[in-house]
C-alpha cells in the first residue's frame, strides 16, 4: 500500500515536499515515481527513482525544478517542489515498480497511491 501525502494549497512561487509512505510491500526492491494528473488531461510522468536510490529521471518538461528522492529506511520516497507554478496544479500520485528498469510509462508501474492534491494560485 502507498500513502501519499504532503499536497496542499500554496501560492505560485512556493514550495511543497509530497511524501509516499510504503507499508505492506518491501518498498527498497521496488523503483518508485511520481505521476500527476491535471483536471481534464491525461495522467503523466513526473519523476523516477530505481529502487536504490542511485538513478533518477526527471520528466524534460519541468526543466530541473522538482527533484525525486527516497529514504529506504522510512520506506518513504519524495519529490520536492520549489517555484511552483499554477500549471503544477494537479492530484499527484505516487506508484511502485518491480521492474529491474527504470520506467515513466503508466503502464509498467504496479501499485498506486491514493493522490495528493496540489492546487497553486496565482
Known amino acids: 500500500q502507498l500513502q501519499a501525502s504532503g499536497g496542499g494549497l500554496v501560492q505560485a512561487g512556493g514550495s511543497l515536499r509530497l511524501s509516499c509512505a510504503a507499508s505492506g510491500v518491501t518498498s527498497r526492491d521496488y523503483n518508485m515515481a511520481w505521476f500527476r494528473q491535471a483536471p481534464g488531461q491525461e495522467r503523466e510522468f513526473v519523476a523516477a527513482?530505481?529502487?536504490?536510490?542511485?538513478?533518477?529521471w526527471h520528466a524534460d518538461s519541468l526543466r530541473g525544478r522538482f527533484t525525486i528522492s527516497r529514504d529506504n529506511t522510512k520506506k518513504t520516497v519524495f519529490l520536492q517542489m520549489p517555484s511552483l507554478k499554477p500549471e503544477d496544479t494537479a492530484v499527484y500520485y505516487c506508484?511502485?515498480?518491480?521492474?529491474?528498469?527504470?520506467?515513466?510509462?503508466?503502464?509498467?508501474?504496479?501499485?498506486w497511491g491514493q493522490g495528493t492534491l496540489v492546487t497553486v494560485s496565482s
Open positions: 506508484a511502485a515498480d518491480s521492474s529491474t528498469y527504470l520506467s515513466r510509462s503508466i503502464r509498467d508501474y504496479d501499485y
Open positions: 527513482i530505481s529502487y536504490n536510490g542511485g538513478l533518477t
